[in-house]
């Protein structure tokens, strides 16, 4: 790891993908451990992750995993990071990208299957939302989801000065509402409840402690209409109506835009339709 003046830790840490370090594969030696490779250690760091979260997760505890010493695992990656780092493009690959140069379908529902596939990813593993900012993301598969996106919002038409707060506005979204829906279903796994189970246990306590607060008044509609819902339908409800007004605002600022240039032109609707 590079160092910062002084002999400190740079923080901003070299990424697994750059610098030299080799991308997949065997390890940086000749005389490696038998058996093991870097692909095999992904794939057992991502079993981990998924079984027991990041916080337990060491380079000891890998080791056990693979039956080797934590030595052995540090002839194929330098840090815990670089681990990490992997495991978090090798994840990324789940998701079932578009093809953003099939002209027949529209932007539009490229951006609801892009959307899709990233609420899923979050939700599926947990450990992925805290490391979605921690690293740069360089990784294939990453800079595969990365061109769909951005191709994808190009198609809409947006000029370029407006495309990155377009992705922002979609793809931050959808990953606090991932990130919240992920926690609220480990909540529920910890309890050993299902989510509607756990569902009715906190609104039942909620509505008996709160009663007499202000909350439960303005939120009696918004409970009404949940009438027999699950909470996985109530999840998919909210998500695709977030998701439609994201999509609706950029078809207004569009529209925005295109006033802005007819304007620029000195053209007025009259002009426009010939009258």
């Not at 027991?52 to 030595?71: I, P, W």
């Not at 099939?102 to 899923?120: I, K, N």
């Not at 979050?122 to 598969?141: A, D, M």
């Amino acid at each position: 790891m590079a160092k910062a003046a002084g002999g400190t830790k740079n923080p901003a840490r070299i990424s697994v993908w750059l610098q030299g370090k080799a991308p997949r594969g065997g390890g940086r030696k000749g005389d490696q451990p038998s058996g093991l490779d870097r692909d095999r250690i992904t794939e057992a760091s991502l079993r981990l992750l998924d079984a027991e979260g990041l916080a337990k997760f060491s380079m000891r505890r890998l080791a056990a995993e693979l039956n080797v010493t934590a030595m052995s695992v540090y002839w194929y990656v330098d840090t815990k990071d670089d681990l990490l780092e992997l495991a978090l493009d090798a994840v990324c690959g789940e998701m079932r990208l578009p093809d953003t140069e099939a002209a027949d379908v529209s932007w539009r529902d490229q951006l609801r299957a892009l959307a899709d596939e990233y609420r899923a990813l979050l939700i599926r593993h947990p450990w992925v939302s805290p490391l979605v900012g921690r690293f740069l993301n360089i990784g294939p598969n990453w800079l595969a989801f990365a061109v769909a996106v951005q191709q994808t919002v190009r198609r809409t038409g947006l000029p370029p000065h407006t495309q990155n707060g377009a992705i922002s506005a979609v793809f931050q979204f959808v990953y606090g509402f991932g990130t919240i829906e992920s926690h609220y279903a480990a909540r529920c796994a910890e309890a050993g409840m299902t989510q509607d189970e756990y569902y009715r246990e906190a609104t039942g306590t909620v509505e008996d402690e709160l009663s007499s607060h202000g909350i439960m008044e303005s939120a009696k509609e918004l409970l009404a209409v949940r009438g027999d819902a699950t909470v996985e339908e109530l999840w998919q409800r909210d998500f695709t109506v977030a998701l439609d007004l994201m999509i609706a605002g950029i078809e207004s600022l569009l529209e925005q835009e295109k006033r802005g240039e007819r304007a620029g032109r000195g053209e007025t609707p009259d002009a426009r339709q010939g009258l």
